[in-house]
Structures are given as C-alpha cells and as structure tokens.
C-alpha cells in the first residue's frame, strides 16, 4: 500500500509538471499582450513596459516557469492576477465551492435518474421504460447543454417563474453585500444548473449501467446463484448488481474528478461564479496567474479522484490489490 | 417410480431467425443412487434439457411442454416461486467453467452460506459452520482457513470442489452435472468423479451427467441416453452402450475413442457438422452425416424403438439387425464405422 501511494505520488509530480509547463508552452506562443491588457486602455508605451517589468513578462518562459514553481513550492502561493491584483489563492478557493456545489449535486441527480433507469431497462429490454430511456439517452447526448440550460431557464426560469433564472447563494448563511445564502436557497438557485449539467451524464450513464447490467446478467455465476434458488432480488443486489458497477465507479471517479475543474457551459449561462467560468474570463485577460491556478487545481481534482476510484476499486473488488 | 421421470420433453427458443427447436420429444429416468448420462455433441440439446429441468431457461423467449416428475411433481407446471425452494434444496446444478461459475467478489465462505441460508431457518454462525464442513468433505485442505478466500484464489478444480461442495450442501436428492469436469485436466477429472461418486454414495443422490466424453460416461454412469440434434437416439443401460451400440452416430462417438487395447492408426470422426436448429433435416436427423443413410432415412424420421433382445436398450436407426450386428462388432476390434459402408 505504501509502495502503491509513493508511486502514485511521482506520477501525480510528473502529470503536474506537464500539465503546468504545457500551459505555459501555450500561453506564450497565443499571440497576445497581457502586459498592455493587465496595464489598461489608454496606458502609455512605457507604462505598458513598466507592467510586462513588474509582471516578468519580459524574462524568458523557463525563468517565469521557474518563478511560478519557487513561488508555489516556498510560498504555497498561485501568485496574482494580472488583471486586478487578487491573490489566485483566494480567486480559486472561492469559485471552487461552487463548481463543486454544481457537480456532486449534479452527479447525485444523474446517478438517482440512471441506475433506476439503466437497471430496470436491462432487466426488462425492449420494455416500455427501455425505449423510453433510449429516447431520452439520445436527446441527453445529442443536446448541447447550453441549448437545454437555455430552454431551462426560459421555461422554468422565466415563463413559469418557478425557479431563479440566474445567480448563486452560498451554501453557508450570506457573507456581507450578499444577497442570499443558506442551504434552501443554495439548493432553489442550483435546481435549473443541476438538471442543466446532468442531462448529458444522466443519459451517458444510463446506456452505460445498462449495458453493463445486461453483460452481468448472462454471467455463470448469476444462473449458479440462480441454481442455488436465491430470489431475483437477491441475484440482482449480490450478484449483478456489485459486478456490473464496478466499472461505473471507475468512470464516476474519473468525470467527477474531470468535472471539478469546471463545468464551463452550465456556469456561463446560469451565471455561477465557479472555476469554468473564472477561467474563461481569465482566458479572455490572458490571466496567465489565474488561469494556471485553475489549472493546477483541476489537475489535483483529477488525480485525487483517480486514486478514490483505485481505492474503492479495491474495496469492492477482491481480485484487485493496490500495491 | 423413479425419482425424476422426464417424459416427452419438449423446449423451443424464439429468436430473431426463428424457433430454435433446441430439444424435442425426450424422455428419460433417474433414480436414487443411480447415474445417467447424457451423451451428445455441442449443440444437441443436452444442457437446455438440464436447464429446462431446473426451470433456468430465459421465460421470455422459451417455450417448454412435456412434463419433468420429479418425486410425483411435475416441475414443468411448478409456480416459480416452487421451483426456488427445490432448487439448491433438492435439486443441485453444477456447471462446466468452474472459473466462472462463481462469483468472483464474494468470498467462497459467503456463496456457500447463501445456499444454505436460503433454504434453512438458522443461524449465519451455524451456515458457517456448515460451509467449512462441507468444503472439507470435497477434500478442501484447511477448509476453515480457506472459506474466506474468494474464488481467484483457487485453482480450477478446487473451485470446482467448492461447487460441488456448494449443491452439495442442502443434501439434493438429485444433482445435475452439467459437463463439470470438461474445463479440468484429466487427472483432476478422474479426482472430481471419485469425489461425485463417493457423495453420491453417502447420501443416495441421483445424479444427471451431462458431458460429450464417453470417457466420463463408462466411469461413472448406470444408464446412458445418446442425444442428437435435440432428440435422444440411443439409450441403454452403460454396459450395451459400449459393448453392443446399435446406432451409427453412437458408432462414430465410440470410433472416435482412443482405445488402450488396439492399435489403431487414426481415429474415425463423423464428418461435418451437428444441423442448425433452424433449420433440422428432414428423415432422420444425423442422415446428412451417416454413411449407412438410405433413401428411407431422409424422408422418415425413425422412432425410439426397443432392440429385439432388450426392452432396455433403444434406438431410433432404420438398418436392419444383421448390419447393427455386423458393423458394431467390426467397430469394436478396431476398424471404426466403415465409411463406404451401404
């Protein structure tokens, strides 16, 4: 185990290391200036080569790279934006609840929607609740999400006025200049976003429990457990069911993990101020500080929950040892 | 009366090409303490007999008549919820891939204590203290050590030693042993059938053996039934069965046996391949690969009929007694079914 975790931290090292340096790679060869961005409209020739000074804009890529990994190893430290001087810290902890409110909530409504429906479809194929899931699985993945969150919120949002159109509450009772929070309104304005970023994974994950279901169901074991007398309830919990997930916690873990590092439609057009919408806005400002940090945190999110998945994987499945 | 008596067993699948008529018009017995075995290439119908018997075959697409008595219960007409308290009570399957008939993330100890648990009103200690029994007596080394461990862990004729254990559990009266030594190598083949015969023993079990090796079959059964191509064609007690076998298709099976007492060049095969089900041929069914076939064969279907001598031994073959006569004892000294024969 402790072998396993050593390994899996090197590699976790080198996937960061790419991970940053190649975002750097990409950023310096986009034609753009963000030292005349970062200096404002109207900045003079020099002011603007006094901001690229102040902001090393002006050193070469493998000494600000190396700036950025000092800074972040001795200080714990993202940097600053470019654009308004924040600490990338405080910017990223703070988006970084919301996406998070709007992905495991949404992974909670996809899993309540797919496994009932991916189940009961696998058992009872060509049945009346199987086409019907069909239909929806190809409306899920054909739709974009920004289309549906744009029906959504028209509908429900505007015509029927039965949910917030837009807007975030803090989960936690208001901080100050706020104009909600506590759980019920954090819930009430994350209803549209969370039915908006499921769609799609609820469809994915019905066609995959499903079909997975089904494989499970011609397994020997199950006509041995069925041999055995046991009832179809029981084949179903003991003996389908826990073969037939394992892959599905596999690829929870991996678009969770994925997910965290921001949900970008859902957050643009809801107007969550979450990670995939701060890193477009950054993308825009070529906030090089800001989007590393975003960066830096999705990849953490995805190797952290990678090696969740490789743990319960473990868990669940006695023929796997970590080590 | 015989335990189990299958009469007229008949099963069909509907699928997307048709109805597969995978067994048609089968009748046997089996008794306590007595073996059959059921004989055939893949494909004849032999383990959708066995399943059919379970009531294991998919409802929705299976289409079952005839009737399976089993201790005066007629099995074909048993509620479902009937047919759960004989299963892995009464009546125990056993299946040919020990490497995949157990379920591979719960340990051996907990498979086994859910077949008792599912039949008997006691403790999960007590279950337990079964389990580790009953993998003792199929020569489970350190069984109390061993019930923890999940099937991975063990080695393909152990796991199926711990199949055996596990219908063997709840004492069946009848067990069906649907090719459970096919996927063993051969010195642990002749391991698991001492192991049957010695718990059959013990507990008066009748046993179904289902397998295409006649090897298993002089081994350990009583009676024979030769299936092909969804009906039975021969069958008889063991001993005429290789001694005085009356079929040309039982003829090819035997001819393509290694014998230890003769030296033969090269085995005999029967040539080409079992029919589609789909598409059965009309006459006797094994005619396109019988080399005695006369016209008769392909346009009559020949019934099971006792031999002449024996109100035990059937067959369903038209040639006449002087070339049923000639040809298996040609066969038996070593010269195979001749196949200019006719």
Redesign the interface.
Known sequence: MARYLVRRLLWALFLFLAVTVVTYVIFFVTPADPARLAAGQGASPAEVQRVAEKLHLNDPLWKQYGLFLKQLVIEQSLGESFVNRREVNDIVLAAAPVTASLVVGGAVFWLMISLPVGIISAVRPRSLIDRAGMVFVLVGVSAHPVWIGLIFAYFFGYKWGITPITGYCDFINPSAGASCGGPVQWAYHLILPWLTFMILFAALYVRLIRANVMETMN???V?????????EGQVMR??IL??SL?PVITILGMDIGLALGGAIFTESIYSLPGLGRQILVSYENFDLPVILGITVFATICIIVFNLIVDIVYAW????IRLG | MALLEVNELRTSFKTDDGIVRAVDGVSFSVDRNQTLGIVGESGCGKSVTALTI?G?NNARNTISSGEAMFDGENLLAASSGRL??????RI??I?Q?PM????????IGWQLV??VL??NDISKKEARERAVTALGEVGIPRPEKRVDD?P?QFSGGMRQRV?IA??MINEPDLLIADEPTTALDVTTQAQILELMRRLQEDRDTAIIMITHDLGVVAEIADDVVVMYAGKVIEQAPVDPIFTAPRHPYTWGLLGSLPRMDLEIERLVQVPGQPPSLLNIPAGCRFNPRCSYAMNRCRVELPELRPAPQSDDHLDACFLDEATKARESVRLLSGAGASPGAA
Request: aromatic share 8%; glycine share 4%.
């Open positions: 397994e020997d074991y006509r041995t457990a069925r041999a055995k007398g046991a009832p003991s003996h826990r073969n394992l669940f499945d006695p023929r | 379970m294991l759960r308290e004989l299963r892995g009570m125990a399957m299946f891939d995949t008939s157990l379920n591979p993330v719960k340990s859910e077949a599912l039949h999940y991975h199949m596990m219908s």
